[in-house]
């Protein structure tokens, strides 16, 4: 499925889930641009689907705690390429052919 028709369907998901929650659709929206890809969409959708919050401060909140875990995700996956990078400059030097 396209990556942009996904965010569509998540990001309405995640609207009405919130809207449901009796919250302004506004809230859903800014929820959504703000994770910004359909996985942490999922992650927020669980979570209002199981804790079904009575704030917008929790809903802010778990948005703020996801959106933390996806930065500490990236910059993990950074450490380990260049990690990978320097394990290869040692194994082979500047020439990269193995000789």
């Given amino acids: 499925m396209d990556n ?8 309405d998901e995640l609207v009405h889930a919130i809207e449901r929650l009796g919250f302004p659709g506004e ?3 800014m929820v959504a641009k703000q994770l910004g890809s ?3 969409m999922d992650r927020m959708l669980a ?3 199981n804790v079904k919050p009575h704030s917008d401060e929790l809903i802010v ?7 933390s875990d996806v930065e500490r995700w990236k910059a993990k996956k950074e450490v380990e390429e ?3 990078r320097y394990n290869e400059f040692l194994y082979y030097g500047l ?5």
């Avoid at 942009?4 to 990001?11: D, G, P």
């Avoid at 909140?61 to 959106?67: R, S, T």
């Avoid at 020439?95 to 000789?99: A, K, L, T, V």
């Fill in 82 to 84: 260049a990690n990978a």
């Fill in 61 to 67: 909140d778990e948005m703020l705690a996801i959106c």
């Fill in 27 to 29: 809230l859903g929206d």
């Fill in 4 to 11: 942009h028709i996904l965010w569509a369907r998540k990001h």
């Fill in 47 to 49: 979570y209002l689907y």
């Fill in 38 to 40: 359909p996985k942490a």
């Fill in 95 to 99: 020439g990269g052919d193995g000789e």
